[in-house]
């Protein structure tokens, strides 16, 4: 499976930057700086419309600033690949597909901060932008009012949500301003029906592995 080999992939990425690490100038685990981007490989698990949840391969920008040696903020954007379900029998075919992105604002408090590998807890909030679209035939065994047999479907929708956001990381420091950072970050959506706070079931768990640049 694509997804799998990726994975494999970082976490070979992740052990030969830990083994480096040990071997970096021991200044590395200091703040270079006040300004920081970063790019991710992100796994999405979609627990919004799909059983199972996945995953699908994502991609992710996130740019931030650091406020003191310990607290952060910012700003990350993940755009994943379709979920798709298909469904087929004799006369009746659908195919649904969903992916949700994200826009998230986050804090971040640093501990280890004098390590080279850090850990950094995250919180805050993220617009979720939901997209489905279905498309698909059905054929009647008698003819509909219109005297037809065969009716094709192509319906799109797309919905806002706003979701908390909580996060961990674990920055590794390769040098001064490079850092090889695994992730995870959980989306819980608020408001998925008007009126309701917290609706059961409504989230997306990604695991994430990024490149980032301090400044």
């Not at 700003?75 to 659908?94: A, S």
């Not at 004098?114 to 805050?124: E, F, M, N, R, T």
Request: charged share 25%.
């Amino acid at each position: 499976m694509r997804v799998l080999r990726i994975v494999g992939i970082g976490v070979g990425v992740v052990m030969t930057a830990i083994c480096s690490s040990a071997r970096a100038d021991a200044q590395t685990s200091a703040p270079a700086g006040r300004v920081f981007i970063e790019a991710a490989a992100v796994a999405d698990y979609d627990r919004t419309d799909f059983e199972p949840t996945g995953p699908a391969l994502a991609g992710g920008l996130g740019i931030g600033t650091r406020l003191g040696r310990r607290d952060s903020v910012r700003f990350e954007f993940d755009v994943p690949g379709e979920h798709v379900d298909r469904y087929r029998q004799q006369g009746l075919e659908h195919r649904f597909a969903s992916k949700t992105t994200a826009f998230a604002f986050l804090f971040g408090r640093g501990f280890r901060t004098d390590k080279k590998v850090g850990l950094v807890a995250l919180a805050g909030v993220s617009a979720l932008t939901h997209r489905t679209h279905v498309t698909g035939f059905i054929d009647f065994e008698r003819p509909d009012a219109n005297g037809s047999r065969h009716l094709d479907f192509d319906e799109h929708d797309v919905e806002q949500w706003v979701a908390l956001t909580a996060g961990i990381e674990a920055p590794i420091a390769i040098t001064r301003h490079l850092r090889v950072v695994p992730q995870l970050r959980t989306h819980q959506v608020a408001n998925a029906e008007l009126g309701e706070l917290f609706p059961s079931g409504k989230s997306a768990i990604r695991p994430r592995l990024s490149l980032r640049w301090e400044f």
